[in-house]
């Protein structure tokens, strides 16, 4: 987005205004000037301090309306287990072949799973898959004999979210495609998964901040209150 475009969006809402969750994805479409499908992007402060491992949040979520994006999966696996994940749509099968290209750079996809059988081998490839937040846990739902299952579940889907070091969770929710009606659902899913997640030592106000963009657009404010 030029920085002409960028200045003409700002100037038509009030940045440090809050706005319910439906009047901020209507905006959110309408301030998106790109020409491509823009990724609808959703950032929550949460009050939680992820440096306390019984703080740390993190999961998985089936967004209702899909991502609108192709997810290109990973599958760590032998035998039966690796004919199920190509048979369910893996983009990629492989066992110890697959972790030298990892270890060699090979990072082309968005989700890694792996059968718990695989973990021995997917463990060196924590200083590659690590920092990429694509390390297969089995938290997340991506560490699991079914993998069949789990290819077909990102695949249609579900997404992984985790804290950073701030506390801030980012997530994509959908396109600005979608309708106004499957933005929200996807929000709401997502809201009521992190509230299923607040861990019991949290205090005080959990969801701290909120703010939902396009690719290109500016933020838009959500209040928080809406969902504490």
Known sequence: MSGKKYAEATRRYDRQMMHEPAAAIDMVRTFAPAKFDETVDLSVRLGVD???????????????????????????????????????????????DLAERVEAGFTDFDVAIATPDMMGVVGRLGKVLGPRGLMP??????????????VG????????????????????????????????????AVMDELARAKPASAKGRYVRKMVVSSTMGPGIRIDPTTFN
Not at 67 to 77: H, M, P, Q, S
């Open 50 to 96: 992820p440096r306390k491992a019984d703080q740390m949040v993190r999961g998985t979520v089936a967004l209702p309306s899909g991502t609108g994006g192709d997810v290109r999966v990973a599958v760590f696996a032998q035998g039966d287990a690796a004919a199920a994940a190509s048979e369910a749509g893996a983009d990629v099968v492989g066992g110890a």
């Open 153 to 188: 579940e990102f695949k249609g889907g579900k997404i992984e979210y985790r804290t950073d070091r701030y506390g801030n969770v980012h997530l994509a929710i959908g396109k600005v495609s979608f309708t106004a009606e499957d933005l929200n659902a996807n929000l709401e």
């Open 137 to 150: 846990n089995p938290k997340s739902g991506t560490v699991t004999p079914d993998v069949g299952k789990a």
